[in-house]
């Protein structure tokens, strides 16, 4: 019998949210995983660790705002102390405000950067110590946004930029110590959060959320909006012993909307 993909190991994901971080937390624990949830809302994140355990896997959790350094410093300490170490550290928390350049606070920006790549920066250097001892690895979850641009969606694109080219530079740094670091670059993924939005612009635009979904789907080559559970299984992949060979890439995961040259 062929073992889980991530049996015992122990990985911290920060930004668990409803979409992706809860599936991702599922999948990881399906695959043997033992886990660290961190987000800013405790009460969600006590409902993904009892799903996780209720299907047989372990989870704690450490409500967190990763974009306080000191929080980011103790959530690692607690998740390594919780598991008995580290063996990877899944970096998706993000701050989104629609906003146009023209218009924008640029105080929000600067804490979109704070979350989403300063915040992933912390974690990974407290983490270093139990990374270089299990020879383990990074993934930091991106968007295709930083590929393509998007009206009104330059905070959270720049940030999630800055946080490529960090996936770049640690991984340049850090493969000496055995340590594999990557990013996964979602695009529309279909799950509750895009639910939602869809039946709040159908309802401003006065059509019906299918034909929203449908027209979004002829945009893509697969002809189809790749789910949140496809979109988690790549982030499996990278921290899995199949992408043993795999560091410094940015996996575009988005039905072949963006095509790296």
């Given at each position: 019998?062929?073992?889980?993909?991530?049996?015992?190991?122990?990985?911290?994901?920060?930004?668990?949210?409803?979409?992706?971080?809860?599936?991702?937390?599922?999948?990881?624990?399906?695959?043997?995983?033992?886990?660290?949830?961190?987000?800013?809302?405790?009460?969600?994140?006590?409902?993904?660790?009892?799903?996780?355990?209720?299907?047989?896997?372990?989870?704690?959790t450490?409500?967190?705002?990763v974009?306080?350094?000191?929080?980011?410093?103790?959530?690692?300490?607690?998740?390594?102390?919780?598991?008995?170490?580290?063996?990877?550290?899944?970096?998706?928390?993000?701050?989104?405000?629609?906003?146009?350049f023209?218009?924008a606070?640029?105080?929000?920006?600067?804490?979109?950067?704070?979350?989403?790549?300063?915040?992933?920066?912390?974690?990974?250097?407290?983490?270093?110590?139990?990374?270089?001892?299990?020879?383990?690895?990074?993934?930091?979850?991106?968007?295709?946004?930083?590929?393509?641009?998007?009206?009104?969606?330059?905070?959270?694109?720049?940030?999630?930029?800055?946080?490529?080219m960090?996936?770049?530079?640690?991984?340049?740094?850090?493969?000496?110590?055995?340590?594999?670091?990557?990013g996964?670059?979602?695009?529309?993924?279909?799950?509750?959060?895009l639910?939602?939005?869809?039946?709040?612009?159908?309802?401003?635009?006065?059509?019906?959320?299918?034909?929203?979904?449908?027209?979004?789907?002829?945009?893509?080559?697969?002809?189809?909006?790749?789910?949140?559970?496809?979109?988690?299984?790549?982030?499996?992949?990278?921290?899995?012993?199949?992408?043993?060979?795999?560091?410094?890439?940015?996996?575009?995961?988005?039905?072949?909307?963006?095509?790296?040259?």
């Open positions: 019998m062929t073992a889980p993909l991530l049996d015992g190991r122990a990985i911290l994901i920060s930004g668990v949210g409803p979409g992706l971080g809860r599936k991702l937390a599922l999948q990881c624990a399906a695959q043997g995983a033992r886990l660290a949830l961190a987000a800013r809302s405790a009460a969600f994140l006590d409902e993904v660790a009892a799903e996780v355990r209720e299907s047989g896997g372990e989870a704690v450490i409500p967190t705002d974009s306080d350094p000191a929080a980011c410093r103790a959530l690692v300490t607690k998740g390594a102390e919780a598991l008995g170490g580290l063996d990877a550290v899944v970096n998706s928390a993000f701050r989104f405000t629609a906003d146009r023209e218009e606070d640029l105080d929000g920006w600067r804490q979109a950067m704070a979350v989403a790549c300063f915040g992933g920066l912390e974690i990974a250097q407290a983490a270093l110590p139990h990374l270089k001892a299990s020879r383990g690895c990074i993934v930091n979850v991106s968007t295709v946004g930083t590929r393509l641009g998007s009206d009104g969606s330059g905070g959270y694109n720049i940030a999630k930029a800055a946080l490529n960090a996936t770049r530079q640690l991984a340049v740094e850090l493969g000496g110590h055995g340590i594999r670091v990557n996964a670059l979602m695009g529309w993924m279909a799950g509750e959060p639910r939602q939005s869809f039946a709040s612009r159908a309802a401003a635009r006065g059509v019906s959320p299918e034909k929203l979904e449908a027209d979004l789907a002829q945009a893509i080559p697969l002809r189809r909006i790749p789910t949140d559970d496809e979109c988690a299984g790549a982030v499996i992949f990278l921290l899995s012993d199949l992408a043993a060979a795999v560091t410094g890439a940015l996996l575009d995961v988005n039905g072949g909307q963006y095509m790296a040259n």
